[in-house]
T-cell receptor, first 111, second 113 residues
Framework: AQSVSQHNHHVILSEAASLELGCNYS??????LFWYVQYPGQHLQLLLK??????LVKGIKGFEAEFIKSKFSFNLRKPSVQWSDTAEYFC?????????FGAGTTVTVRA | DTGVSQDPRHKITKRGQNVTFRCDPI?????LYWYRQTLGQGPEFLTY????????KSRLLSDRFSAERPKGSFSTLEIQRTEQGDSAMYLC???????????FGQGTRLTVV
């Protein structure tokens, strides 16, 4: 069974700081990769996805992620965070139709 | 709102009681998924439908759990003889076969007391 590992449980940073969240997965075949975000009190929303092609993908709200096949990684980045980025972030992997999620990283941005 | 809708949002029940949750997917989506999320964890796959056919059930889904999707539209998830370990957020998601992008509802939070 595939597994997804997120490196940080809780990240605290100030506005305008850069953010990078790590994600590694265990499956060795062709995978689809996702980052979801859950703002307080809201449902999971898709930030970005990678299926194939350019390994650097851009998502909504200034987020981007880089797929590095050799490292089985799909790290999420944002150059300058805002207070409104406070949320829980989930990395997910799929090789068929169902998603396997990491445990999530809570990001707190201080004004 | 044309997103995935779940009802109820919260359910408190006594151990041993049966509960049923409903999910209304995005109307044109032919795939529907149920996930369960416990505190501090990411969602875990429970089961999945393509149209009205239930195509896979996770080992997490014990015999006390049953899911249906009559006519390929809304879906229900029933838990019989609830246990305290069933307390969790139950999430529904839907997608199109072609896009592989799942859209999630806000979930039903179940508390078994």
């Amino acid at each position: 069974a595939q597994s997804v590992s997120q490196h940080n449980h809780h990240v605290i940073l100030s506005e305008a700081a850069s953010l990078e969240l790590g994600c590694n997965y265990s499956y060795g075949g062709t995978v689809n990769l996702f980052w979801y975000v859950q703002y307080p009190g809201q449902h999971l929303q898709l930030l970005l996805k990678y299926f194939s092609g350019d390994p650097l993908v851009k998502g909504i709200k200034g987020f981007e992620a880089e797929f590095i096949k050799s490292k089985f990684s799909f790290n999420l980045r944002k150059p300058s965070v805002q207070w409104s980025d406070t949320a829980e972030y989930f990395c997910a992997v799929s090789y068929d139709y169902k998603l396997s999620f990491g445990a999530g990283t809570t990001v707190t941005v201080r004004a | 709102d044309t997103g995935v809708s779940q009802d109820p949002r919260h359910k408190i029940t006594k151990r041993g009681q049966n509960v049923t949750f409903r999910c209304d997917p995005i109307s044109e989506h032919n795939r529907l998924y149920w996930y369960r999320q416990t505190l501090g964890q990411g969602p875990e796959f429970l089961t999945y439908f393509q149209n009205e056919a239930q195509l896979e059930k996770s080992r997490l889904l014990s015999d006390r759990f049953s899911a249906e999707r009559p006519k390929g539209s809304f879906s229900t998830l029933e838990i019989q003889r609830t246990e305290q370990g069933d307390s969790a957020m139950y999430l529904c998601a839907s997608s199109l076969v072609e896009t592989r992008e799942a859209f999630f509802g806000q979930g039903t939070r179940l508390t078994v007391v």
